[in-house]
Nanobody
Framework: QVQLVESGGGLVQAGDSLRLSCAAS????????MGWFRQAPGKEREFVAAVSRSGSGTLYADSVKGRCTISRDNAKNTVFLQMNSLKPEDTAVYYCAAGGSGLLWIRTRVDYWGRGTQVTVSS
């Protein structure tokens, strides 16, 4: 089992920045690709970004490319999502995810989910 706990969400204005964190415990953190997904009210959960086991590879959704940076610290069992130039359409619950199948599969193969952290961007 891997337990994931997100933090760092909040209410911000358009154009502001936020840094989300996800602390992992349980099995070996570096065995998992890590990702962030989000779910807005009335919409399906969607992929945001992912990072490989080592941290050397990343993937981003087109909607956040250039505005968000995902990173991880394997020594601290933590993954981060730095979000800049936030827009009202970024408002959602953001979920941390761990995928044992690796970076290329994490969009569709998530083994563990966190409970989410709310991000609200006002215009």
């Amino acid at each position: 089992q891997v337990q994931l706990v997100e933090s760092g969400g909040g209410l911000v204005q358009a154009g502001d920045s936020l840094r989300l964190s996800c602390a992992a415990s349980g099995r070996t953190f570096s065995n998992y690709a890590m990702g962030w997904f989000r779910q807005a009210p009335g919409k399906e959960r969607e992929f945001v970004a992912a990072v490989s086991r080592s941290g050397s590879g990343t993937l981003y959704a087109d909607s956040v490319k250039g505005r968000c940076t995902i990173s991880r610290d394997n020594a601290k069992n933590t993954v981060f999502l730095q979000m800049n130039s936030l827009k009202p359409e970024d408002t959602a619950v953001y979920y941390c995810a761990a995928g044992g199948s690796g970076l290329l599969w994490i969009r569709t193969r998530v083994d563990y989910w966190g409970r989410g952290t709310q991000v609200t961007v006002s215009s």
